[in-house]
């Protein structure tokens, strides 16, 4: 696999390797985070039996697993590496920042898979199918997916002047479980909370395997690619000029 001419095949299989090996070390802390979610996923297996919405409810959770690991290994990454002092021998290596964000959103992903995996067998034990949302479903989760992605990088962004985004960063997940319509129905939802969710990839998603039209979901994902990019470029740039990048 290449990106911009370099190889990241290696720089994956690092950032897996160093995933697997956290996960390991503090295994306790894990499984009791996945206990936490695994909770929530009960309550909503249950809570919306007779729905015809069920399946559609269980992959919106599915997808807000990926995105909170996705999001918060982002958001803290920069801190994370300036505080162990390997940042700098990161960056300074072949690989150019845009391959490193990619290999480790990509390897942050296929830590959170078996356990999206285990969650979906609990849903298939509990009698939902999500085989019946078709192929456009799996083509709306990964739109979604793409814009939280672009949420990502726009959080990684902020890393490089806030250094509290780590923390706003844990409320916006819990937001985006609780408010994108499938912990608490769309319908229920107050009208500001819809109107904010207008920019909530996961909210579309939803949405759009409702029956209402992808436009919405499209239009959210290509916002947050297009702001988190943009915003990380700049970003970036400005901690290079003012030595603010490996500061934590």
Do not use: C
């Not at 290449?2 to 995933?19: D, E, K, N, T």
């Not at 989760?141 to 902020?158: F, I, K, S, T």
């Not at 706003?168 to 229920?188: N, R």
């Amino acid at each position: 696999m290449a990106l911009g001419g370099v190889r990241v095949s290696r720089l994956l299989l690092a950032f897996l390797a160093r995933g697997y090996a956290v996960q390991k070390r503090y295994f306790a802390d894990y499984a009791l985070g996945l206990l936490v979610k695994v909770f929530f996923f009960t309550a909503i297996l249950y809570g919306s039996q007779g729905s015809t919405m069920r399946s559609t409810y269980v992959a919106g959770f599915l997808l807000w697993y990926f995105a909170a690991h996705l999001l918060a290994r982002m958001a803290n990454f920069f801190l994370e590496e300036a505080y162990l002092g390997t940042l700098a021998r990161l960056l300074s290596s072949p690989h150019p920042p845009v391959a490193i964000v990619a290999a480790l959103s990509l390897a942050e992903l296929l830590v959170a898979l078996p356990w999206v995996a285990v969650l979906g067998v609990y849903a298939w034990w509990s009698g939902v199918s999500l085989a019946g949302l078709g192929l456009g479903a799996l083509g709306a989760a990964l739109l979604a997916l793409l814009g939280v992605w672009g949420l990502g990088l726009a959080l990684l962004a902020a890393s490089l002047r806030y250094k509290q985004v780590g923390s706003f960063t844990e409320m916006l997940t819990f937001y985006l479980l609780l408010f994108s319509g499938f912990f608490v129905s769309w319908e229920k939802l107050p009208l500001m909370v819809r109107a904010i969710n207008a920019l909530n990839p996961l909210y579309q998603m939803v949405m759009a395997l409702s029956g209402r039209e992808y436009l919405g979901l499209l239009a959210s994902a290509a916002f947050w690619l297009l702001v988190g990019g943009l915003a990380l470029a700049y970003s970036y740039r400005w901690a290079l000029r003012a030595g603010r990048l490996l500061d934590y």
